[in-house]
């Protein structure tokens, strides 16, 4: 009955709560397909925009739940989405029963089962929908979703995600779109690292970069960060690496995933030995000055350790 009454009302409004980088423009396709969006974040000046769209701007996530019973939150992290959902403010305090609450940040997968229960005790459902594609994705609305939750919502939730996403992939109980999520962000952090360092050293060795870019992209070193993501300046156009850098994914983000993959390792007792390694580097890099930028400067960042 819970799922009929939301289908039967598909453009009634959707709360929206984290509208940085991704939230933005994510928001933004959801008004694009017609739904009335319920707006907030903790910084004001993000919701100023949505107020210029039309869309009603609130002040509390409790205020959103009183206004919407579809949700999306965009948060960067754990503690955002526990202060979000069970904070004095939060969505849980006016959350009304049969609410669909759909998480599309990136956060430990315990957190999001632990954020399950306690919607589910308020007689509402939660599904966690990390997102796999950048901010150019989230434009251009083709981001992946990873979702996890009851299948039996997983129709409700693909009616909103599809209006940001090309791809909706249900993994099965909730949190294993987390883990989904965390394991591709672990492979592309260690194959950058693998690209970055396999390049640095084709360069110290003469070699001219595009070539050696060539020739691991039609040899068995391929990856996507060799062939579409590639960290060298000049090898390839419409990449942070020829943009000093900027935008992308940041430094601190995969630096964020990564010690996600650490806890998720350490609780199923599974060795991560380069994912470690990964994790360390990455940290480094913050500490160095890297944090805001393009997770592909660890080519740069290589480069500057060279003397060592
Ligand atoms: P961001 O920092 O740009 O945006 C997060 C927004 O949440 C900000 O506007 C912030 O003000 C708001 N916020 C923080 N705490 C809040 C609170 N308590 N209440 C309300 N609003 C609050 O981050 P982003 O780049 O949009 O990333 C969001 C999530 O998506 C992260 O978990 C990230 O790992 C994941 N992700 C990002 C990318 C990317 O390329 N940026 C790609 C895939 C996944």
Redesign the pocket.
């Known amino acids: 009955m819970r799922m009929c009454s939301r289908a039967m009302a598909s453009k009634t409004p959707v709360g929206f709560?984290?509208?940085?980088?991704?939230?933005n423009p994510m928001a933004k396709n959801l008004i694009k397909h017609g739904y009335p969006v319920i707006a907030?974040?903790?910084?004001p000046e993000?919701c100023k925009e949505f107020q210029d769209l039309g869309a009603q701007v609130t002040d509390s996530?409790a205020d959103v739940a009183e206004r919407a019973d579809r949700i999306i939150t965009?948060?960067?992290?754990s503690p955002?989405a526990i202060?979000?959902y069970t904070g004095a403010n939060g969505i849980l305090k006016k959350v009304k029963k049969g609410s669909l609450l759909i998480d599309?940040?990136?956060?430990d997968p315990s957190v999001s089962k632990e954020l399950a229960k306690a919607v589910e005790k308020m007689g509402a459902v939660f599904m966690d929908a990390?997102?796999?594609?950048?901010?150019g994705a989230a434009r251009a609305g083709n981001l992946t979703f990873m979702v996890g939750g009851m299948e039996q919502e997983f129709d409700a939730a693909k009616e909103l995600l599809i209006c940001m996403g090309s791809n909706v992939v249900y993994c099965g109980e909730v949190g294993t779109g987390q883990a989904a999520k965390i394991c591709n962000n672990m492979l592309l952090a260690i194959s950058m690292i693998g690209t970055a360092e396999t390049m640095n050293l084709g360069i110290r060795l003469g070699l001219d970069p595009k070539l050696l870019a060539k020739i691991l992209n039609m040899s068995s070193g391929r990856c996507w960060s060799s062939d579409t993501y590639n960290p060298v300046p000049g090898v390839m156009e419409g990449v942070p690496s020829a943009n000093n850098y900027q935008g992308?994914?940041?430094t601190t983000?995969m630096a964020?995933?990564l010690g996600l993959a650490q806890i998720s390792a350490t609780n199923t007792k599974t060795p991560v030995p380069l994912g470690s390694q990964a994790h360390q580097i990455y940290r480094m890099m913050c500490a160095k000055g890297y944090a805001l930028k393009d997770f592909s400067a660890v080519f740069q960042f290589l480069r500057e350790e060279e003397s060592l």
């Open positions: 709560i984290g509208l940085g980088n991704m939230g907030y974040d903790v910084f993000a996530p965009m948060l960067p992290s955002n202060e979000v599309s940040s990136t956060i990390p997102v796999s594609g950048g901010v992308g994914f940041g983000l964020k995933d």
